[in-house]
């Protein structure tokens, strides 16, 4: 690594320093944070085998929550390894290259999770607004070409950020102030013009997330119609039913993006507030998502039910 008047030229390694301020709390502060890692794996696993294997839940619903969960183990398997290294072991380095490709996998995520909350609002859409025409409209071909732009989407969107950030030479710093390699982070690093690098990170920003939410809104408002023309409160009761899972899902994932991302970027809050909440947005989503589903989605509770109640007659 060449150094020039404490800049960096083309480094090679970064150090993520973990939750400033907390570093002598952050051994104690892994332990929740593995507990939320552990809720994650286990309740997104046990969707991805309940989901193929019931043919019950073959349907646009489940198969947009199979694609959720398997976008939450990878948000996981992204973030903990190393976040989880550097507050017990004291693992601080990291390849610049591995740095980017962490990048590269955490929002390209983020931007696939935000996708697919889309994609299930259009779902719940269709059903409601238009349930004659829901399996015609919604068929196996039709959703798989939604998860593919989806992904598509993410990757090409997000895959330009390390780009840009590779073409930068100078850093007057390589300590990244985070438990995991974020975008603006390392962009903050930089000792040349980053202009571009903030632009682009804005405009991605708001051509998934800002889009996504735009048409998630108008989605249940049109829902919301929809339901309140029904004659029968029972009828009313029953469609609103089928939403609330999705709804506190997206709620939970957009207040806390939202606020995280304009904390960092326009907010003047504590650098470990602004980590904790960085960390808890990306890694609370995916242990609270299968639970929320779980509770609310009759379906799945049989599943449940069959997997954990033990029938008369089994295990004789």
């Known amino acids: 690594?060449?150094?020039?008047?404490?800049?960096?030229?083309?480094?090679?390694?970064?150090?993520?320093?973990g939750i400033p301020g907390l570093e002598h709390v952050q051994f104690w502060i892994g332990f929740p944070f593995l507990g939320v890692c552990l809720l994650a794996l286990l309740g997104n696993i046990f969707l991805l085998i309940i989901i193929p294997s019931d043919h019950r839940l073959h349907q646009p619903m489940y198969i947009f929550l199979a694609v959720?969960?398997?976008?939450?183990?990878?948000?996981?398997?992204?973030?903990?390894p190393k976040m989880l290294a550097i507050f017990w072991f004291g693992s601080y380095s990291m390849a610049f290259n591995a740095c980017l490709t962490q990048l590269?996998?955490?929002?390209?995520?983020?931007?696939?999770?935000?996708?697919?909350?889309?994609a299930m609002a259009f779902d719940r859409y269709i059903a409601i607004c238009n349930p004659l025409r829901h399996t015609s409209i919604l068929t196996p071909l039709f959703l798989f070409r939604m998860v593919l732009m989806v992904a598509i989407r993410a990757t090409v969107l997000v895959g330009i950020l390390p780009i840009l950030l590779k073409r930068l030479q100078l850093f007057h710093s390589m300590v990244i102030v985070h438990s995991?390699?974020?975008?603006?982070?390392?962009?903050?690093?930089?000792?040349?013009?980053?202009?571009?690098?903030r632009s682009y990170g804005l405009f991605v920003a708001f051509a998934i997330l800002g889009f996504d939410m735009i048409f998630v809104f108008v989605s249940y408002?049109?829902?919301?119609?929809?339901?309140?023309?029904?004659?029968?409160?029972?009828?009313?009761?029953?469609?609103f039913n089928t939403c609330t899972a999705h709804i506190?899902?997206?709620?939970?994932?957009?207040i806390l993006a939202f606020f995280s991302f304009f904390s960092h970027r326009f907010g003047h809050v504590?650098?470990?507030v602004h980590i904790l909440l960085s960390t808890i947005y990306l890694l609370l989503p995916p242990a609270l998502n299968p639970i929320i589903y779980g509770v609310k989605t009759k379906e799945i509770h049989m599943c449940v039910a069959q997997i954990c109640i033990l029938k008369p007659g089994t295990g004789q």
């Open 248 to 254: 506190a899902v997206f709620l939970e994932f957009y």
């Open 180 to 197: 995991y390699c974020e975008h603006m982070a390392v962009v903050k690093l930089a000792a040349e013009d980053v202009h571009l690098n």
């Open 1 to 17: 690594m060449g150094s020039t008047n404490m800049s960096y030229l083309n480094p090679q390694t970064v150090i993520l320093i």
């Open 68 to 80: 959720l969960a398997a976008t939450d183990l990878g948000l996981c398997v992204a973030i903990a």
């Open 221 to 239: 408002i049109l829902i919301f119609q929809a339901v309140f023309r029904l004659p029968q409160k029972e009828a009313r009761l029953k469609a």
């Open 270 to 272: 504590s650098p470990y």
């Open 104 to 118: 590269f996998f955490i929002h390209a995520l983020q931007g696939m999770e935000s996708g697919t909350l889309l």
